[in-house]
């Protein structure tokens, strides 16, 4: 834990000497931009003399760190006072051109800069101008109609982490673009919306085999018997995260019920444990007895010795007090002049070489003062030629992806998606994550397969082999598997210098915790989230991977930074990310306080969102999202719809369809938007004019519709399409060329 006695002597990061220019309206680019700010990277935010005084919260006071922020124009991001290595730009397309914001006109003034864009929602269809707010981009991004409901209505989230997921991916297309111009001389330019984001995280709930129905997993609100929390008997909540059948069987065997197996309902068939049509009922009802009978901390040391993923829920004051967050220094304690000691989440990745750090609050900038207004560019970065580059940021750039699962291979995945070339390596018959084609068809779609038993000698021997030409190499292995690998220590193994070496952990520094697996919902549970989402007599846990995610976009962030950071003259380090640390960054307002600061939002069963005019509602032929967040807004809201008063909505929208609501508070200027329907969703005409899925071949004679890519880069084309490969179907040429000296490319 940091303390406030030396808060703002931030070490050196992997992005010292980079300028960002943020030119931020919304909640993304400032995320973006403040962990830009943690990395090193000199960050200036411009607010338009316009905006309204904004007041001190505790999502601004964390999201504005280590920046300084000046009110002025967006048009002095193009006037001589200097010029910035990134721009990080959140306009809405209709104006981005007005604004002067477009990559045309960055460019036409500051040929090196890296523009990367990132839209509240799509860059095109009916609802792209709609200004930004987390609960529509849920509503938008299928995120409502996944949170736990015992129908299909939508769920509004508590906690904004799909907005904080397009934060961090916005800053991973930044850094990406930093290590293509220093690669090949020339600026490239990311478009990362809203919808990209939202495709990371619900890539592997929603797919189409050959135009059937999608597949959704249950969201009912008591979940899968061996997925789903249950109460103890000294009344504490446990959540059980069995995933797979071998852990569901340990599980049943340390609560010394396999014979819940054999139900009549069941009758041997783990995919019964999850149909309500069979054995979800049934099993689940013997299962709430048996923890019923005993208190939570005997359950707990049965499952544990079992090594099976389990946790009692806790709060969020427990979370940033715990053992494991001590350990993984995950939060820091800042003396503000006013508001006394406040505490705030650390910065996310730990790195063995450039460490970077939080500096300290936001600076408030003269804008008279031209010298200080905006940034110069680092002269050693910048480009040669300012011509438009042809390939994305990271084609030739290699990764060897060793890890499993979801939050390990979505660093790889992210990376894929900008140009880099993935070797995914998996033991004899491929890693367990398999058991969910489809799932693991969407994460792993642009990489090549090979297999190697790492047991072995001549598999440890063909890793090595991959790695001597390798840039990256991202891994989930315990510890003690990579010390047998001879990859253990903190920097890059001595025999891979040019080696970045990405750690994804469940529990990162804890040494205690280190050797428990960990799931998505485990962290649901300790970091209070659970609580926060449910109501006071029962907590909430969704199965959208938001800390799985969440783990992903951080560990390709870290791995591009300790990349640019070689490019630009360093060696190979060690970048650890874990579950744990990405799960307090997806909460960062709300695990922001102060003496008296204001507490975080709380949830319900079936939580419609905030306030009357911050919802959810029920329309005629489907659900709307409404953002009147501020008293004019509200005012607007009751005029467009003829009522008294914002409670009246309700009444009022249930009798009109969503096109005449959303319409009607259009024409007033009320943020409004369609709720996607959880039927059939990647077929939502605004998802389809923002291509969100795509189709790709699936054996032995399918087509799946999988999300597509997360990020664009205009003027170039994917360096590889999409495809489903069998485990090891590349070993061959994989190999073979590598054994030829021409590297795994």
Known sequence: ???????????????????????????????????LADLGADVVRLVTPDAPPEPLTPETLCWDRGKSVVRAPLRDLHEDGGAADVVLVDEAPSSLESQGLSRAAVRRVH????????????EHGEWKDVPEDPLLLAGLGCLAVYYPADDDSPVAPVV?????????LGASAAVAGLVGRVRTGTAPAGVVTGLGAAAMLMGTSFAEIDGGPSFMPSR???????????????????????????????????LDRLDVMALPEVAGDFQAIADLARGRLAAGAELEAVFAALPSTHWLARLQAARVPCTTVRSRADWMDSEIVRANDGRVDLLHPELGTVTMPNVPLTFSATRGGIRG?????????????????????????SGPPTSRPLDGVTVVDGASFLAGPMVSAILADFGADVVKVEPPG?????????AFLAVNQLKRGVELDLRRPEGVAGLHRLLAGADVFVENLRPGMLGSLGLGGNGSPPAFPQLVHCSVSAFGHAEAFADLPGFDPVFQSLNGMAIAQGPDDEPVVTGAPLNDTATGALGALGSLAALFQRYSGGAGQRVRISLASASTFIQSGEMTSWPGSPPPQRGDVMFRGPDAGHRFYACADGWIGVAAVTEELRVRLCTGLGIAHVTEAEVVLAALTVTSATSALARHGVPAC????????????????NGFAHFVPFPPDSTARVVGPMSRWPGTEPVRGPRHFSPGEDSSSVLAADSAGSGVG
């Open 160 to 168: 904004a982490g799909l907005t904080h997921l397009h934060g961090a």
């Open 111 to 122: 040929p090196g800069a890296v523009h990367v864009w990132l839209p509240a929602y799509g």
């Open 430 to 438: 491929g890693e367990p994550y398999r058991t969910f084609p489809l």
């Open 1 to 35: 834990m940091r303390s406030a006695t030396n808060a703002g002597a931030a070490a050196q990061g992997p992005l010292d000497g980079v300028r960002v220019v943020e030119a931020s309206r919304g909640r993304p680019a400032r995320i973006a931009g403040m962990l």
């Open 361 to 385: 609050f936001a600076r408030a900038l003269d804008p008279a003062d031209r010298a200080d207004t905006l940034p110069r560019a680092s002269g050693s970065a910048v480009p040669a030629s």
């Open 220 to 254: 009912a609100l008591r979940g899968a018997p061996n997925w789903r929390t249950y109460r103890c008997a000294d009344g504490e909540w446990l959540f059980l995260a069995a995933l797979t059948p071998d852990i569901f069987f340990r599980a049943l065997e340390a």
């Open 674 to 689: 369609r709720v996607v329907p959880r039927n059939l969703p990647m077929r939502d005409p605004f998802l389809v004019d």
